[in-house]
């Protein structure tokens, strides 16, 4: 089974938030101490990171799971919960992250570049936080808050300075473990290459990493063959090595090689035939005499032509990163939801809308009368009660807010 896995999906989950703590101060001579519950523990976050260390998506192909460490829930004494530990997901150089729907959003691309992924819950307030004049003798304290939890869709997109784009069985292979360290499967047979290849060329002064792309054939854009499956590895990559084989089983001229591989990556992406590319013959030293070609012809086995291909090579991909500049990491950065709304769910049935109201009704314990008081007030202060009134609600109605049903009294 391959070791290389370019897609995967993810469940992150940020931990749970510890509960609040109630509790009382009973010293010796201290006969009514007052309230003295410590706060619960935040929930760890979930970062996503992309590290040079990581070559693939392989460790979420049958693990999907990941999740951080929840909060500890607080104490008496005022001693407050500890915060769980956040959890950094490694991720290859150059991951995409989209949800469920597709929507971008992140991309890594390079090393420590770090995306805010699955947010923890927040810990809940322990009995001492709700000391008032008016309430003297709290009797209840805050749950803590689930951690947020969704599924997100991982895609690898091979970050390459130049890549090798030819049919099966053109000489890719052996072309990148002639001038690299890169060891690639080579047989005599189409698509033998089934994963990506990066590999290191070192030249005179010039360094740069080449990618071995399976090989496409005609309407690889439109889901034929395999190539299809790895056009992705190629949008990264600043320079396009198009290599047309000379002595191709098929017949198929050099010419008319080019033009199908071009036709490809148009259909696909045509930004790509804006990039820089070198066009080469391979296998020049079985080629026919006769054979019309009038690119840089090298030949792998021989090694001809290959010290002129990656002088040419390091040219094209010097003058791409100086034109390219540093490239930064795209990600989305998530404001804090201000505010709240109100839908109307059907007859005498509504549902209040947004974070503030949600978390403030998911942090009590509604299972206590005192706690069911101090929400009811915090939820007017808000202005939840006149909106509600607003909308239309009357006595009686259900109002929804995140997963709890509460039933509504007009404000007096």
């Known amino acids: 089974m391959s070791g290389f896995v370019d897609t995967a999906q993810a469940n992150l989950k940020g931990g749970d938030g510890g509960a609040g703590c109630v509790s009382f101060r009973r010293e010796a001579h201290v006969p009514k101490g007052g309230p003295d519950g410590g706060d619960g523990g935040r929930g760890g976050d979930v970062w996503l990171q992309a590290n040079r260390n990581v070559a693939s998506l392989l460790a979420f192909r049958d693990h999907p799971h990941r999740k951080a460490g929840s ?4 104490k008496g004494q005022k001693l407050h919960g500890k915060k769980g530990g956040d959890l950094v997901v490694d991720l290859p150089e150059g991951t995409v992250v989209r949800s469920r729907d597709g929507e ?3 991309d890594l691309l390079h090393h420590g570049d770090r995306w805010l992924a699955a947010q923890g819950g927040q810990g809940g307030r322990g009995n001492a936080r709700f000391l008032s004049n008016a309430r003297r ?4 304290a805050e749950q803590g808050e689930y951690g947020e939890e969704r599924w997100l869709q991982l895609e690898l997109k091979l970050l390459a300075d130049a890549a090798l784009v030819g ?6 292979s052996t072309l990148i473990s002639t001038v690299s360290a890169a060891k690639p499967k080579i047989a005599d047979y189409p698509f033998t290459t089934l994963e990506p290849h990066l590999g290191v060329v070192r030249w005179q002064d010039h360094e740069f990493v080449l990618a071995d792309i399976p090989g496409l054939i005609e309407g690889a854009a439109e889901g034929r063959g395999l190539g299809h499956q790895f056009l992705r590895h190629i949008e990264r990559a600043r320079v396009l090595v198009i290599l047309c084989d000379l002595a191709p089983m098929d017949g198929r001229s050099p010419a008319e090689q080019e033009r199908v591989l071009l036709d490809e990556l148009a259909r696909y992406r045509p930004e790509l035939l804006d990039r820089p ?3 080469v013959g391979s296998k020049a030293d079985v080629a026919a005499p006769d054979a019309v070609f009038d690119g840089l012809r090298i030949a792998s086995v021989t090694r001809a032509g290959l010290d002129e291909f990656r002088g040419r090579l390091a040219t094209l991909i010097d003058d791409a990163r100086a034109a390219e500049g540093e490239r930064e990491p795209y990600v989305i950065l998530r404001p804090q939801e201000q505010g709240f709304s109100v839908v109307s769910e059907g007859p005498r049935t509504w549902r209040v809308q947004g974070r503030p109201a949600e978390r403030a009704v998911a942090l009590a314990d509604l299972t206590n009368p005192d706690a069911m008081a101090y929400i009811q007030q915090r939820l007017s202060r808000m202005g939840v009660e006149k909106a509600l009134a607003r909308a239309g609600a009357v006595d009686g109605d259900v109002v929804h807010i995140g997963d709890h049903e509460l039933v509504f009294e007009e404000p007096a």
């Open 71 to 74: 909060g500890t829930h607080g």
């Open 104 to 106: 971008l959003l992140a």
């Open 137 to 140: 003798a709290p009797s209840f």
């Open 167 to 172: 049919f099966p069985n053109a000489g890719k």
């Open 277 to 279: 590319r070198l066009v």
